[in-house]
């Protein structure tokens, strides 16, 4: 387990439906569309040169690289708060859990007990957790009718 794909909300990118699901099915569509030549046509579809771009992209460097170093929702409460904070992930901080993941929360059933194992036990155990999830089929995704992990 890698921390900088640990989010600051304390989701795990690794565990992300976009890393585990999209990123290898663009991956496979990008082979298939190429091997049937569409690189040489798809400036005749509307946006197509702009949709092969990101799809070469994509599959070759995925989509993202975790909030910590750029993507995601820059205006993320949680994230600007934390990194106002210095925090390395807001588990850790002291008015942990604040207001901004009352929703959250809703949509991420799992984030609860899985920010509690990082504060009561540490990261090693939050990594085996993360491993676990992942070895089990389960990715991260919003899901605000859910209350286990998310499987996919």
Do not use: H
Not at 56 to 85: D, F
């Amino acid at each position: 387990m890698d921390r900088k794909y640990a989010c600051y909300c304390g989701l795990y990118c690794e565990n992300c439906a976009v890393k585990v699901k999209v990123e290898p099915a663009a991956k496979v569509l990008y082979e298939e569309m190429n091997q049937l030549g569409f690189a040489e046509i798809m400036q005749f579809f509307p946006d197509g040169e702009n949709f092969w771009s990101f799809l070469k992209s994509m599959s070759a460097e995925g989509v993202c690289i975790s909030c910590k170093t750029g993507s995601g929702n820059p205006a993320c409460k949680i994230r600007l708060c934390a990194k106002g904070k210095n925090l390395e992930i807001c588990a850790m901080c002291n008015s942990y859990p604040c207001e901004y993941f009352t929703e959250f929360f809703t949509g991420y059933p799992a984030l609860r007990s899985d920010n509690a194992v990082l504060r009561e036990k540490g990261w090693e155990a939050w990594a085996k957790l993360q491993d676990k999830r992942r070895t089990e089929g389960c990715a991260s995704f919003y899901d605000k009718n859910s209350n286990e992990p998310n499987k996919i």
